[in-house]
């Protein structure tokens, strides 16, 4: 008679590994072409939340995440802003690091920690891409880094094929990632608050700022 076996966790671990290395392998046969069969933006934050919801473990072990050394495949931009050429998701490849470009995003859901701090954000033609951003200080609360409705530059972005074998936009390096707040002039205009942050009383900062800090939040408080 027959009799399953429950894969050990070794088991699981090397299937997905052998995976994603024959899916990465497979990739660069597709280096500077376009994504096919991309999924619609209702699709893409559907199979996001699901996914999330199948690996809630991961998010309760953040501290093991906080960094990656091993993949710097290619360098950090070295140029100012000024001198880079704005683009959007449709002008991306796969594969590619689009030297001498950027593109400004907004985060579409709450963000997630696994090995990186992971959304999906959208352009201002509204197409979404996944977006992981790599070596964040593990110590800043994921609402920190990227809340929902975050604006942000990405310089140079680094367009690739993930290893479930979908794509997403990877930020390895700090620098190249610069986070917008809401009076910043390279905010879009259809991005930015309809009630100005100016109209905060000088108290309202400074009981977030306490209210922060006696949380031991410091990050969040520091901007206050």
Not at 129 to 158: C, H, T
């Amino acid at each position: 008679m027959f009799r399953f076996e429950k894969p050990t966790p070794e088991d699981q671990w090397r299937y997905y590994f052998n995976r994603a290395e024959r899916i990465l392998k497979e990739s660069e046969a597709r280096k500077g072409q376009k994504p096919l069969n991309k999924p619609s933006r209702l699709q893409y934050i559907w199979l996001y939340n699901l996914q999330n919801k199948e690996m809630p473990e991961l998010e309760e072990r953040k501290d093991r995440f906080g960094t990656n050394i091993v993949y710097n495949e290619h360098p950090p931009c070295i140029v100012p802003l000024t001198t880079l050429e704005k683009k959007v998701l449709d002008d991306l490849r796969l594969e590619i690091a689009h030297r001498g470009s950027y593109i400004i995003l907004r985060a579409v859901v709450g963000p997630k920690r696994y090995v990186s701090v992971t959304t999906i954000a959208e352009d201002e033609n509204g197409e979404v891409e996944l977006v992981q951003i790599y070596n964040q200080d593990s110590r800043r609360s994921l609402a920190n880094v990227m809340p929902e409705g975050q604006v942000f530059i990405v310089k140079e972005p680094y367009f690739k094929t993930t290893s479930e074998g979908g794509t997403s936009i990877r930020v390895d390096h700090v620098s190249d990632i610069i986070f917008l707040d809401g009076e910043d002039e390279r905010i879009p205009e259809k991005w930015r608050p309809r009630i100005r942050l100016l109209a905060r009383r000088s108290l309202d900062w400074k009981d977030d700022g306490n209210r922060f800090y006696k949380g031991k939040r410091y990050f969040e408080a520091a901007q206050w």
